[in-house]
């Protein structure tokens, strides 16, 4: 499965595993978590860790924008989490369609990354 969800109720965060390419069905898998936890959490962070990850389908990539401007300013911080040089670009890429702060992590730093992730605001509140 390209996708998995996990919801930390603990932090406010959203911690989404990828891999595999990322087709429009498996990102529409997101979706309705995402809208839920914008209404029951309000502003949340996402740790999105790319295990073998070989990037999205145009129709995924869609979606994908779709969501982040209609929601530019639910998400508070968003942890990339990768083990590709080219999956670093992805935070300079993604930046302009979130009002989330956005950092990138070598796979090797997973846990500095659920760490950097979980301290949003809506945690510290």
């Not at 603990?10 to 914008?38: I, M, Q």
């Not at 979130?98 to 730093?109: H, L, M, N, S, V």
Request: with cysteine; charged share 30%.
């Amino acid at each position: 499965m390209p996708i998995t969800i996990i919801e930390n109720r603990e932090y406010r965060n959203l911690e989404v595993h990828l891999t595999g390419k990322l087709s429009r069905d498996d990102f529409l898998e997101f979706v309705p978590v995402a809208d839920r936890l914008v209404s029951e959490w309000g502003r949340f962070g996402i740790l999105a860790v790319m295990r073998n990850f070989d990037g999205c389908e145009p129709g995924a990539i869609w979606e994908d924008l779709k969501w982040d401007l209609k929601h530019y300013h639910d998400v508070e911080r968003v942890a990339l989490v990768g083990e590709r040089k080219w999956q670093a670009g992805m935070s300079k890429f993604c930046k302009p369609f979130t009002g989330a702060e956005i950092r990138y992590f070598d796979i090797r730093d997973l846990e500095r990354a659920r760490h950097w992730c979980s301290e949003t605001e809506a945690v510290l509140a």
